[in-house]
């Protein structure tokens, strides 16, 4: 599992059975988390892709959802360059 704040390897295995606890070895912060998880889906309802699920407050922090399961790695962001956005926005 990669971490999603850092980007690297956690030695922790994707899905579900993570720790509450985990942490990245890296750079220290909270695994088990909304930002983590295969679930989370900004826009939705919570956040999540589960209906129903608890209100989480910070999605970077540390919380005890049953429906956690750990994503292999971040989305990748895509590289947008200066000019494609100039062209998005005032085009050719």
Same mark, same amino acid.
């Given at each position: 599992? $990669?971490?999603?704040? /850092?980007?690297?390897?956690?030695? #922790? +295995?994707?899905?579900?059975?993570?720790?509450?606890?985990?942490?990245?070895?890296?750079?220290?912060?909270?695994?088990?988390?909304?930002?983590?998880?295969?679930?989370?889906?900004?826009? $939705?309802?919570?956040? /999540?892709?589960?209906?129903?699920? #608890? +209100?989480?407050?910070?999605?970077?922090?540390?919380?005890?959802?049953?429906?956690?399961?750990?994503?292999?790695?971040?989305?990748?962001?895509?590289?947008?360059?200066?000019?494609?956005?100039?062209?998005?926005?005032?085009?050719?």
């Amino acid at each position: 599992m $990669r971490c999603w704040k /850092c980007g690297n390897e956690t030695g #922790e +295995k994707a899905g579900r059975g993570l720790a509450f606890r985990a942490e990245c070895p890296n750079c220290k912060i909270d695994l088990h988390c909304c930002r983590q998880c295969v679930y989370y889906s900004p826009g $939705r309802p919570n956040d /999540c892709a589960v209906p129903g699920t #608890e +209100k989480v407050m910070d999605r970077e922090k540390m919380n005890f959802c049953e429906e956690f399961t750990g994503m292999e790695a971040p989305p990748q962001k895509p590289k947008i360059s200066k000019e494609d956005i100039e062209k998005r926005l005032f085009g050719d």
